[in-house]
């Protein structure tokens, strides 16, 4: 199997901490992306980083890339209790001539955030 | 952002019997694709469509047993056949919106299918 692995596998801290969830991967990507999830219901995509990135931000998140390494993490700074849920990356693989890419998912990091 | 609807959004079903999954999207894609994820686990590609071509099943998955529909390029179907336990999953539609300048799939809700 190609899938990642993200560790760990679950997390539990306490409201206001930083929460870190690390990928590792396999094979070359074009990029890297995480996804939310909230209790087995629809994605919401979060973040993407391309493979010549090394890290990127946006508002309490911060992604960091290492190809050499084939890994990443995601980074939830100030959390809350909103944010828990489960969260996965995926790395995108090209499938086309056309810049069509198909998306491989981790094993995922369930995340709770205690209030 | 893409709307994407599935339908049914929760379906239980009989061992044996078949379940058709609808996507439909609010605007024209090239490339839908469809996951699975079991309980508790992640999601895995079942295949690709492309309008007008034969569905791209990843290993492990087969046309007979997930028969995959592309009449048009806002709509796809997946059938789940001969269903047995091990199915109950969540089968996700997802699109590749690449026409929108974006490098990020868009996600359906869901269908949560339960075999008995």
């Known amino acids: 199997s190609q899938q990642g692995e993200e560790d760990p596998q679950a997390l539990s801290i306490q409201e206001g901490e930083n929460a870190t969830m690390n990928c590792s991967y396999k094979?070359?990507?074009?990029?890297l992306q995480w996804y939310r999830q909230n209790s087995g219901r629809g994605l919401v995509h979060l973040i993407l980083i391309r493979s010549n990135e090394r890290e990127k931000h946006s508002g309490r998140l911060r992604v960091t890339l290492d190809t050499s390494k084939k890994s990443s993490s995601l980074l939830i700074t100030a959390s809350r209790a909103a944010d828990t849920a489960s969260y996965f990356c995926a790395t995108a693989h090209s499938i086309s001539n056309f810049g069509n890419e198909k998306l491989t998912f981790g094993t995922g990091t369930r995340l709770t955030i205690i209030p | 952002s893409a709307v994407i609807s599935q339908k049914p959004s929760r379906d239980i079903c009989q061992r044996g019997t078949s379940l058709t999954i609808q996507c439909q999207v609010d605007s024209q894609v090239t490339m839908m694709f469809w996951y699975r994820q079991q309980p508790g686990q992640s999601l895995t590609l079942i295949a690709t469509a492309n309008q007008g071509s034969e569905a791209t099943y990843e290993s492990g998955f087969v046309i007979d047993k997930f028969p995959i529909s592309r009449p048009n390029l806002t709509f796809s179907t997946l059938t789940v056949s001969n269903l047995s336990p091990e199915d109950s999953s969540i089968y996700l539609c997802s699109v590749d919106l690449r026409r929108r300048n974006t490098d990020t799939q868009y996600f359906g809700p869901g269908t949560r299918l339960t075999v008995l």
């Open positions: 094979t070359s990507i074009n990029n």
